[in-house]
């Protein structure tokens, strides 16, 4: 059981940088691999990017890599997404999201969800 909350979400011009974090609570947080993912409106729910349990492997959406870094600090159970060179289409409600298993890209995968943050990128 894993209960997660994001922040760091606003209001940025295209070009520009933006940091989320999503803070676990309890003392388990290095039992779950962390994903991020986005849902814009009308539009179906996208995998990010995640990280495994002990911060050794992340995998990324085509699209963000080399934009989007994730990292996580298992002793202060937090993840991170450094979003950078942000776009319009970047637009979204920006969820972190965890797992007992390893990495996968369907949502349906994922057992434990924030509430999410807005990012909105303005040209």
């Known amino acids: 059981q894993v209960q997660l909350v994001e922040s760091g979400g606003g209001l940025v011009q295209a070009g520009g940088s933006l940091r989320l974090s999503c803070a676990a609570s309890?003392?388990?947080?290095?039992?779950?691999?962390m994903g991020w993912f986005r849902q814009a409106p009308g539009k179906e729910r996208e995998f990010v990017g995640g990280?495994?349990?002990?911060?050794?492997?992340?995998y990324y959406a085509d699209s963000k890599k080399g934009r989007f870094t994730i990292s996580r600090d298992n002793a202060k159970n937090t993840v991170y997404v450094q979003m950078n060179s942000l776009k319009p289409e970047d637009t979204a409600v920006y969820y972190c999201?965890?797992?007992?298993?390893?990495?996968?890209?369907?949502?349906?995968?994922?057992?434990?969800w924030g509430q999410g943050t807005q990012v909105t990128v303005s040209s």
């Open positions: 999201a965890a797992r007992t298993g390893t990495i996968l890209v369907p949502h349906i995968a994922w057992e434990y």
């Open positions: 309890g003392r388990t947080f290095s039992s779950y691999a």
């Open positions: 990280i495994s349990r002990s911060g050794g492997s992340t």
